[in-house]
C-alpha cells in the first residue's frame, strides 16, 4: 500500500499511474486521487459539524430554559446530521482503502521497461548449458524409469498437475532441500517452518490479495488460505509490531509447502514438473531498516545465496534484471535466476528475488523505532533459495549419464550417505543410512 496523503501532489499521481502502465496494471491512478479527496472534503464537512455540535452544546449548558428548547431542536438536526455523515464516511474509507489495495509500488529507476521476459536484462550466466542429443531422456522419462515420481497414479485421485514423489525421488528432494537450508543458516539466517494455512489479512498484509485471490486455495470452512510461498507467513510473523533498532536485520529461511492454482497458466506446461499445484521451498526473507542503499546490498545478498545453491547443485543458471512489465504490483526490482534446461532447450525461472520497499510493511503495519526516536515503517525482500519439484528437471537432464544414471553433484553427496549414482538399481535404504543414528 503507498502513503495515501503523497496524494495531495499531481505530480506522484501521475507517477503512480505511469507505474500501473510499466507494470501492466489495470489500475486508475486518478480515480484513486479522487477517492481520497472525497474522503478529506467528507472528513472536513464531520469536523465543522462536530464543531457546531460543541459549540450549540456549551450555549445549551448556560442558556435559559426558552432558549435551550430552540437550541435542543438544533442540537437533534446536527445529530441526523452526524450519522449521514458518518455513514458517507465510512463508505468513502472503504472505497479509498479498496482503491489504495490496488495500487502499484513505483519501481526502482534501474529496472529496465518492458514488457514481457524478452525485455529482462540478462546481466551474468555461469555454467556451460547441456544440449539435449537424442540420446538423452527428459525428466519425465528419467523420473519414471529411476522410479522417482508418479505421474498417472497421483493425478486419478488428484487431479491434473498433481504428482508424488516416491522413493528415491522423495530423498533426493528431502536432500536439496536440506542443503538450500544448511547454506542460509551457516549465513545467518533463521530457518522456520511457518503455518502454511493463514487468514486473508496476512495475504493482503503481502501483497499477494486482492490481485492474486484467484490463484490461491481456500479454505471455506476456516474462511483461511493455503499460501503459495512461506513468504506470506514469514513477513506476517511481524504484523502490527513496532520493532526496535536493534532488531533489525530479521533474516529467515523458510521451508513449507507451497499451493498455487495456476489459475492464469490453463494449458501451459502441462507435462512434467515445472508447473504444479503443490511444492516445496526454501524461501529467503529480510525485514531490514527503511534505506535504498542498504536494501540494495541485501537483494544482492539474497540473489548470491541462490547463486550458491545453484553452483553447489552444478547447474548452469543465467541472472536478469526483470524489466517492468515482468514485475509483480508491490516489487520495485526482480532478479530473476533461470536454470538451463535441456528438454526445454531453454533458461526457465527458478528462482526470483524481489525487493519491496516499505509495500508490505505498510499494509501489514511492521514498524520499527529509528535512532532518533521516531517510527518507520520496515523494509522487506525476499528470494527463493531453491523450489521442487521444479529443481529437478534441470538436476535429473544435466547429470544424467549414458548408461541412464543421474550423477550426484559433490555438495549433495552428503546428504545422500555419499552417493555418487543415481540408478534405478539403488535402493532406498543406501539413501538413508547416513541420517540413521548408529
Known amino acids: 500500500m503507498i502513503n495515501v496523503q503523497l496524494l495531495r501532489d499531481p505530480a506522484f499521481v501521475a507517477q503512480l499511474g505511469r507505474a500501473a502502465e510499466l507494470k501492466r496494471l489495470d489500475f486508475d491512478a486518478n480515480q484513486l486521487s479522487e477517492a481520497f479527496a472525497e474522503r478529506r472534503r467528507i472528513v472536513g464537512l464531520v469536523d465543522q459539524t462536530r464543531a457546531r455540535q460543541k459549540s450549540l452544546s456549551n450555549r445549551f449548558r448556560e442558556a435559559d430554559a426558552e432558549t435551550r428548547s430552540a437550541l435542543r431542536d438544533q442540537l437533534g438536526q446536527i445529530s441526523e446530521e452526524s450519522k449521514g455523515l458518518a455513514a458517507q464516511l465510512s463508505e468513502a474509507e472503504e472505497k479509498l482503502q479498496n482503491l489504495a489495495l490496488r495500487a502499484p ?43 522417482l515420481v508418479e505421474f498417472d497414479r497421483a493425478q486419478k485421485f488428484a ?30 539466517f533463521r530457518p522456520v517452518m511457518p503455518p502454511v494455512l493463514v487468514r486473508e489479512e496476512a495475504m493482503i498484509g503481502t501483497g499477494y490479495f486482492p490481485l492474486g485471490v ?24 511481524h504484523r502490527d509490531e513496532l520493532l526496535a533498532l536493534s532488531d533489525l536485520p530479521i533474516r529467515y529461511a523458510g521451508v513449507s509447502s507451497c499451493f498455487r492454482r495456476e489459475a492464469g497458466s490453463h494449458g501451459r506446461d502441462t507435462r512434467g514438473l515445472y508447473r504444479v499445484h503443490q511444492f516445496d521451498k526454501v524461501e529467503q526473507v529480510s525485514i531490514i531498516e527503511a534505506d535504498d542503499e542498504l536494501s540494495r546490498r541485501e537483494q544482492l545478498a539474497l540473489l548470491e545465496n541462490s547463486e550458491t545453491v545453484l553452483k553447489a547443485l552444478e547447474l548452469p543458471y543465467r541472472v536478469a534484471i526483470a524489466c517492468t512489465g515482468e514485475m509483480g504490483q508491490g516489487q520495485r526490482l526482480k532478479y530473476e535466476v533461470e536454470t538451463w534446461m535441456p528438454s526445454r532447450a531453454a533458461y526457465s ?29 520496515a523494509y522487506t525482500l525476499n528470494n527463493t533459495a531453491v523450489a521442487a519439484p521444479r529443481i529437478l528437471i534441470p538436476l535429473l537432464e544435466h547429470h544424467q549419464q549414458p548408461d541412464g544414471a543421474v550423477r550426484i553433484p559433490a555438495a549433495l553427496r552428503p546428504y545422500l550417505n555419499g552417493l555418487e549414482t543415481l540408478s534405478a538399481k539403488t535402493p532406498s535404504s543406501e539413501l538413508v543410512l547416513a541420517h540413521i543414528p548408529a
Open 105 to 147: 509500488s513505483i519501481p526502482d529507476p534501474t529496472a529496465p521497461v518492458g514488457v514481457n521476459d524478452e525485455d529482462n536484462e540478462v546481466i551474468r550466466h555461469w555454467g556451460e548449458p547441456r544440449k539435449m542429443s537424442p540420446d538423452m531422456a527428459d525428466h519425465v522419462e528419467l523420473a519414471r524409469r529411476l522410479g
Open 159 to 188: 487431479g491434473s498437475r498433481s504428482i508424488a514423489l516416491t522413493g528415491n525421488g522423495a530423498l533426493v528432494v528431502r536432500a536439496v532441500l536440506a542443503m538450500a537450508m544448511d547454506q542460509l543458516v551457516i549465513r545467518n
Open 214 to 237: 484467484e490463484d490461491a486455495y481456500k479454505a471455506d470452512r476456516e474462511d483461511r488460505y493455503l499460501v503459495g510461498t512461506s513468504e506470506v507467513s514469514l513477513v506476517s510473523l
Open 349 to 377: 525461472e527458478t528462482h526470483s528475488c524481489s525487493s519491496f520497499g516499505d509495500f508490505q510493511s505498510r499494509r501489514s503495519n511492521i514498524k520499527y523505532r529509528t535512532a532518533d526516536g521516531g517510527t518507520a515503517f
